[in-house]
């Protein structure tokens, strides 16, 4: 605890995310917080050094992006390829492409939700950092972190089924897929579902019962009107590999409904001198009255309906938080992300029970190389574009790329000002209020690895200054 009189507080790196970033809290003489900034202070630079390589590489490159969604980065990559060949994969491919998603969506929400939130959620905002991680957990309830290692290994081994690693795979190609899948595999899969699906109920159960002893603290934790952007299928039913946009405003009234490959006719984005990711926004309200939001939340608002059972009934809850309106709590992203992985797991039962799936009808060899081709998926935290310009032989001349968190960048921001104007009311300053401010970030599952890079471990310093910037106190702990 510090009662010292404050100018500036920083956080580096905010803790349990993918990636590294920084926030930035401004008090005035009385303690009260003046304006917090989130900043992406790293650079890599992607569709810079992609140009002048071959556009068939794009699959096997861009999955470097990052090691926790790399399957999204490859499909997304595969995608705008197909797109630029001219060449749709056969049914089967698609189903195997889609399988492969579905197992990403479950690690990823899976690890989120026990790994990374539940220290939070499971132990207090107030705990000690020392023990406020996946280590606490295990001490607290070893049963649970089994149960959450189980779930996220589930997913990784789809995704070494298919590609051959879990990490970084090699699966998808312009056209289709390079291998098909066996009946064994097709077991060993199947094997595992139940288990999964149990992990996930219960994960909804202790969310659900978080949030009904914590319900003060979610209706003032980054409660904020946007926009909510997702993909859908025919009917508004939730989809995650392939389908249709579908904009909202803050009232639940849609916006817009198009063809991916048109996003550029809705979609512009903004800079910002303090931080390297952009700010994508709607382009008809303009910058920032055009601000929307990705990923859980942002699909679940937009969504009707799901198409399997358990993860359907599980919606119709989720929409009668705010009677059928977009659900505007940060908080509730975990709960939302949970339902994600319900529909995942569910969906992975049903394309393995499709009698296409064991197909070896997998690859199209037709090319028509166009000049251009957009690639669109929904990551798990949110929406994802690849889109490539290319030279008559495939040689890429130009890369742009949307990436999920990237959308959520403004909300990110207004999250981390609004807990910070919200908790810290002072000249005390408590790390438990530090660690909310950090929890704002942390419940839009960010991937800042798709947009930073930093090599080995980094502290997170606090340094507390006095009015005229002399620093004063300064507190450090490693990156939990």
Same mark, same amino acid.
């Given at each position: 605890?510090?009662?010292?009189?404050t100018?500036?507080?920083?956080?580096?790196?905010?803790?349990?995310?993918?990636?590294?970033?920084?926030?930035?809290?401004?008090?005035?003489?009385?303690?009260?917080?003046?304006?917090?900034?989130?900043?992406?202070?790293?650079?890599?630079?992607?569709?810079?050094?992609?140009?002048?390589?071959?556009?068939?590489e794009?699959?096997?490159?861009?999955?470097?992006?990052?090691?926790?969604?790399?399957?999204?980065?490859?499909?997304?990559?595969a995608?705008?390829?197909?797109?630029?060949?001219?060449?749709?994969?056969?049914?089967p491919?698609?189903?195997?492409?889609e399988?492969?998603?579905?197992?990403?969506?479950?690690?990823s929400?899976?690890?989120?939700?026990?790994?990374?939130?539940?220290?939070?959620?499971?132990?207090?905002?107030?705990?000690?950092p020392?023990?406020?991680?996946?280590?606490?957990?295990?001490?607290?309830?070893?049963?649970?972190?089994?149960?959450?290692?189980?779930?996220?290994?589930?997913?990784?081994?789809?995704?070494?089924?298919?590609?051959g690693?879990?990490?970084?795979?090699?699966f998808?190609?312009?056209?289709?897929?390079?291998k098909?899948?066996?009946?064994?595999?097709?077991?060993?899969?199947?094997?595992?579902?139940?288990d999964?699906?149990?992990?996930?109920?219960?994960?909804?159960?202790?969310?659900?019962?978080?949030?009904?002893?914590?319900?003060?603290?979610?209706?003032?934790?980054?409660?904020?009107?946007?926009?909510?952007?997702?993909?859908?299928?025919?009917?508004?039913?939730?989809?995650?590999y392939?389908?249709? /946009?579908?904009?909202?405003?803050?009232?639940? #009234?849609? *916006?817009? =409904?198009?063809?991916? $490959?048109?996003?550029?006719?809705?979609? @512009?984005?903004?800079?910002?001198?303090?931080?390297?990711?952009?700010?994508?926004?709607?382009?008809?309200?303009?910058?920032?009255?055009?601000?929307?939001?990705?990923?859980?939340?942002?699909?679940?608002?937009?969504?009707?309906?799901?198409?399997?059972?358990?993860?359907?009934?599980?919606?119709?809850?989720?929409?009668? /938080?705010?009677?059928?309106?977009?659900?505007? #709590?940060? *908080?509730y =992203?975990?709960?939302? $992300?949970?339902?994600?992985a319900?529909? @995942?797991?569910?969906?992975?039962?049903?394309l393995?029970?499709?009698?296409?799936?064991?197909?070896?009808?997998?690859?199209?060899?037709?090319?028509?190389?166009?000049?251009?081709?957009?690639?669109?998926?929904?990551?798990?935290?949110?929406?994802?574009?690849?889109?490539?310009w290319?030279?008559?032989?495939?040689?890429?001349?130009?890369?742009?790329?949307?990436?999920?968190?990237?959308?959520?960048?403004?909300?990110?921001?207004?999250?981390?000002?609004?807990? @910070?104007?919200?908790?810290?009311?002072?000249?005390?300053?408590?790390?438990?209020?530090?660690?909310?401010?950090?929890?704002?970030?942390?419940?839009?599952?960010?991937?800042?690895?798709?947009?930073?890079?930093?090599?080995?471990?980094m502290?997170?310093?606090?340094?507390?200054?006095?009015?005229?910037g002399?620093?004063?106190?300064?507190?450090?702990?490693?990156?939990?």
């Amino acid at each position: 605890m510090a009662t010292v009189t404050t100018q500036k507080i920083t956080i580096e790196p905010v803790t349990r995310i993918e990636g590294h970033a920084k926030i930035t809290i401004r008090l005035n003489e009385a303690g009260k917080v003046e304006r917090a900034y989130l900043h992406i202070n790293e650079f890599r630079g992607f569709e810079k050094f992609c140009e002048g390589r071959m556009a068939f590489e794009m699959p096997v490159i861009t999955p470097r992006i990052c090691g926790i969604c790399p399957v999204s980065h490859h499909l997304a990559a595969a995608k705008a390829c197909d797109d630029l060949y001219g060449c749709p994969p056969p049914r089967p491919a698609q189903l195997l492409r889609e399988l492969m998603h579905m197992g990403q969506v479950i690690q990823s929400h899976g690890m989120h939700f026990f790994e990374l939130a539940g220290p939070d959620l499971l132990l207090g905002f107030d705990a000690d950092p020392a023990t406020r991680n996946v280590v606490g957990l295990i001490q607290a309830n070893p049963n649970l972190a089994l149960r959450a290692v189980r779930l996220r290994k589930f997913g990784q081994e789809i995704i070494h089924i298919l590609g051959g690693r879990r990490v970084h795979p090699v699966f998808a190609v312009p056209g289709g897929v390079n291998k098909a899948l066996t009946c064994s595999e097709r077991d060993q899969i199947l094997a595992g579902l139940d288990d999964a699906i149990e992990t996930i109920q219960l994960g909804l159960k202790i969310f659900k019962d978080w949030a009904e002893a914590n319900q003060e603290d979610i209706n003032r934790f980054a409660v904020f009107s946007t926009g909510y952007f997702g993909m859908v299928k025919p009917g508004n039913t939730l989809e995650l590999y392939d389908g249709q /946009l579908r904009l909202i405003d803050a009232n639940g #009234q849609e *916006l817009e =409904y198009f063809d991916g $490959r048109d996003y550029l006719n809705y979609i @512009a984005e903004h800079v910002e001198p303090w931080s390297y990711l952009k700010f994508p926004y709607y382009k008809k309200m303009g910058w920032p009255a055009g601000v929307y939001r990705v990923g859980p939340l942002g699909r679940l608002n937009v969504a009707d309906r799901i198409a399997t059972p358990l993860a359907d009934a599980a919606l119709k809850e989720f929409k009668a /938080l705010n009677n059928g309106k977009p659900v505007e #709590q940060t *908080l509730y =992203y975990h709960y939302a $992300r949970l339902i994600e992985a319900l529909y @995942a797991a569910e969906n992975v039962r049903a394309l393995l029970d499709d009698p296409d799936i064991l197909s070896t009808d997998i690859l199209n060899t037709r090319q028509e190389i166009r000049g251009e081709g957009v690639g669109v998926i929904e990551a798990p935290r949110g929406t994802l574009f690849h889109h490539y310009w290319a030279k008559p032989n495939g040689q890429l001349e130009r890369v742009n790329l949307i990436v999920a968190t990237g959308h959520n960048n403004w909300a990110m921001s207004e999250a981390v000002d609004s807990v @910070a104007k919200t908790y810290i009311t002072g000249p005390e300053i408590r790390e438990g209020l530090l660690n909310r401010v950090e929890a704002a970030v942390r419940a839009y599952d960010p991937c800042l690895s798709c947009s930073t890079h930093a090599v080995g471990q980094m502290p997170m310093v606090i340094e507390i200054l006095d009015a005229q910037g002399q620093v004063q106190q300064t507190l450090t702990r490693l990156h939990e």
